[in-house]
């Protein structure tokens, strides 16, 4: 399965991209940027200059003219200080530029991914491979404007110098026609280069998580009774040949090509100096300015060619994934604009939904067309796969569905800005995050708005279960979570999916509460009270909203008000659990298999 049309599946060009970027840059930081580019053109002017001074110089002393001696003295006085000058100010211009606009970038970056109302580019591993390339690029991508000054500075310095030589004789402007093989190979080397390393991105990302799984203390535990460290560290070894080689292959055959073009400059430099030193009636000043020149011209190239190498392997890239990711975000974003419902009246209609992982043909769900009533609980029901936690995020509009659609009240899922809907939702899911945060803040979450409401997050807490987790904590709710950070406490799983549960309490009285397993480390009989409770305040709502619960536990399940049962990607019963038990069927054999293993 592709993307939708609207939605990019590969980045724009690398000069509207990097344009982007500078505007980007100019919004946050003008008179950082406009001084920082200004000055690097500047400082370029005294350097470009050496040459010409040290020709007068020659032709003074060589004609004893004082005044000539005394003028290029001066001159290369003032050039060097004014280099170095400049270069001091433009280091801490830009230093400062960069400090400032390398918070912007990361947050800009954070905030597009945030702001994304599905999760597809998170599970696409064409779309995850350009992220994890860009994640990583993010906290260096402020070099690019570093990049690009310092590349107009060196090409002013080009500028500079050619016009000098061609005053000794125009024909030495071929010099810069010899120059041009190593421009091009400095621009094509980096992105042939970058583009294997995304290729082969998904083995640096496979090797970085075996590093990860055999040196963090998550997995320290099962890594150590499996005796799998030395596995877990040949397979990362593996893996990271699997991408070095390809970029290994690549980097020779480009340097190769590079050094040839080198090596036509070269031959060029040596032509030029022959030519001036015996072709030409040449004055010892004019021989020495070609030197000069010359050999700065070599340096000058070198410079701009790696700054370009810079700009078109890193930089341009890297701008190119954030266009894309801005592109991305505000594609998926314009499709849904409409407010959502303050109430539901007749409830959520699921008509003829399919729905295919993204990279997949395979439907998980086919064909399915479903009535939830307002004001109901709701239990999915069905074996591992059966495609439930996957509906569930269809209904949280985590994904859009690939044929048929969601609708409420009538009014179509697709087309309710994801914000707006997310802010009618609540739920708890098995899969939670821990957020090590102080124990009210990770609860609070759950409603930004009642985040400081101290008795929001108390009742939040009391409603999943969760008080005799707050009060074995030392400092209660303002104590810290997670053993990695100052005062921070560990908790075990059990306690920090009750925390989760209070999270997704935090709303009242939501359009949609969704109970994905979120309760597996408690015991059938709590999790049955608490559902119990939970499932008759639902019921007394006002807002219409309903409850949908999937749960392995149908001791738990017999008290929705309807039951789904999913198997092989199809709805094959829906009713209550009294009549399901009369159908016979599915639900009824599972039930009866569960209830037999507690006897």
């Not at 005062?487 to 935090?506: C, P, T, Y």
């Not at 999913?566 to 159908?583: F, P, Y």
Request: one cysteine or more; a negative charge.
């Amino acid at each position: 399965m592709t993307s939708s049309p609207d939605v990019p599946d590969e980045p724009p060009p690398a000069l509207a991209s990097m344009w982007r970027l500078c505007k980007l840059g100019y919004t946050h930081e003008p008179g950082l940027l406009v001084f920082a580019f200004v000055m690097s053109l500047l400082a370029a002017v005294p350097d470009a200059l050496l040459a010409l001074w040290l020709k007068l110089l020659a032709d003074g002393l060589l004609d004893d003219d004082r005044r000539l001696v005394t003028v290029a003295v001066l001159g290369l006085a003032v050039s060097v200080t004014l280099t170095w000058l400049m270069r001091v100010a433009t280091t801490r211009i830009t230093r400062r530029f960069r400090d400032k606009v390398t918070i912007a970038l990361e947050s800009h970056v954070a905030q597009l991914q945030a702001s994304v109302s599905t999760i597809e580019h998170h599970e696409r591993r064409d779309f995850l491979d350009r992220i994890s390339v860009l994640r990583n690029q993010v906290f260096v991508l402020d070099h690019m404007y570093m990049s690009l000054f310092s590349t107009s500075g060196w090409i002013v310095r080009l500028s500079l110098t050619v016009g000098l030589l061609m005053s000794i004789h125009p024909a030495l402007v071929l010099l810069v026609a010899f120059a041009a093989p190593t421009v091009v190979t400095s621009s094509w080397r980096p992105g042939v280069e970058r583009a294997v390393e995304e290729r082969s991105a998904s083995h640096q990302r496979l090797a970085d998580h075996l590093f990860d799984t055999a040196t963090t203390a998550s997995a320290g535990k099962e890594v150590r009774v499996a005796g799998i460290g030395p596995e877990l560290v040949g397979r990362r070894r593996a893996e990271w040949e699997k991408w070095y080689s390809a970029v290994s292959a690549a980097r020779w055959t480009s340097a190769a090509w590079h050094s040839a073009a080198w090596a036509i400059f070269g031959a060029g430099f040596v032509g030029a100096v022959v030519f001036v030193s015996a072709g030409l009636d040449s004055s010892a000043g004019e021989v020495l300015l070609v030197l000069a020149a010359g050999a700065r011209l070599s340096a000058y190239v070198a410079a701009t060619m790696s700054e370009i190498g810079f700009l078109r392997g890193i930089w341009l890239d890297g701008s190119r994934r954030l266009a894309w990711l801005e592109d991305y975000a505000a594609a998926v974003a314009e499709k849904a604009d409409q407010p959502a419902p303050d109430a539901l009246t007749d409830g959520i209609r699921l008509q003829n939904l399919s729905f295919a992982y993204p990279g997949t043909d395979s439907l998980v769900l086919d064909d399915i067309t479903l009535e939830l009533p307002a004001g109901t609980v709701v239990a999915i029901v069905g074996e591992n796969g059966a495609g439930k936690s996957t509906l569930v995020k269809l209904l949280c509009k985590m994904y859009e569905p690939t044929a048929g659609q969601v609708l409420i009240d009538d009014q179509p899922l697709a087309a309710i800005a994801a914000d707006a809907w997310r802010k009618k939702v609540a739920g708890a899911f098995q899969d939670f995050y821990r957020f090590e945060l102080a124990a009210r803040t990770s609860v609070g979450v759950g409603d930004l708005l009642a985040l400081d409401d101290d008795a929001a997050v108390r009742s939040a807490v009391a409603r999943a279960g969760a008080d005799d987790v707050v009060e074995r904590l030392e400092s209660g709710l303002d104590t810290q979570l997670g053993p990695t950070w100052p005062g921070g406490v560990d908790v075990s799983f059990g306690q920090w999916q009750k925390l989760a549960l209070a999270r997704g309490f935090m709303r009242i009285d939501p359009l949609l509460l969704v109970l994905d397993e979120p309760t597996a480390a408690l015991d059938a009989e709590t999790e049955h009270a608490l559902f119990s409770r939970y499932a008759d305040a639902a019921r007394a709502g006002t807002s219409g909203g309903i409850t949908i619960l999937v749960s392995h536990r149908f001791s738990t399940v017999r008290m929705a008000d309807l039951i789904v049962v999913l198997q092989g990607s199809k709805v094959t019963q829906v009713g209550s659990h009294d009549a399901l038990m009369r159908e016979g069927g599915a639900y009824a054999e599972l039930y009866n298999i569960q209830a037999d293993a507690y006897h």
